[in-house]
């Protein structure tokens, strides 16, 4: 069994900042690409940023120059530093990871965490 456990979110005020993390664990043998999604109500879930076991980066327009992914491969978590916050990157935020089981490691398998509700008030 695999868990993503995210954690941070929280009630700010525009301009501030929040950072959240997302902690995997269970029977991994390795993790590919971890990311973070959001959904607000009504709208369908997007990405919001990505990253590579290498540390390559991907990042939504919206966010970009704002936000900055970043992960520890020995802990197996991934960060998101949110700066900037503006009232419509209210949602919930989702950790996102692409990871190979101990025992399937010809395979790749894709995992959610719970969501963590991400507020911004103007």
């Known amino acids: 069994q695999v868990q993503l456990v995210e954690s941070g979110g929280g009630l700010v005020q525009a301009g501030g900042s929040l950072r959240l993390s997302c902690a995997a664990s269970g029977s991994i043998f390795s993790i590919n690409t971890m990311a973070w999604y959001r959904q607000a109500p009504g709208n369908q879930r997007e990405l919001v940023a990505q990253?590579?076991?290498?540390?390559?980066?991907n990042y939504s327009d919206s966010v970009k120059g704002r936000f900055t992914i970043s992960r520890d491969n020995a802990k197996n978590t991934v960060y998101l530093q949110m700066n900037s916050l503006k009232p419509e990157d209210t949602a919930v935020y989702y950790c996102?990871?692409?990871?190979?089981?101990?025992?399937?490691?010809?395979?790749?398998?894709?995992?959610w965490g719970q969501g963590t509700q991400v507020t911004v008030s103007s």
């Open positions: 996102h990871a692409q990871l190979v089981i101990i025992t399937h490691r010809t395979s790749e398998y894709s995992y």
């Open positions: 990253i590579t076991r290498s540390g390559n980066t």
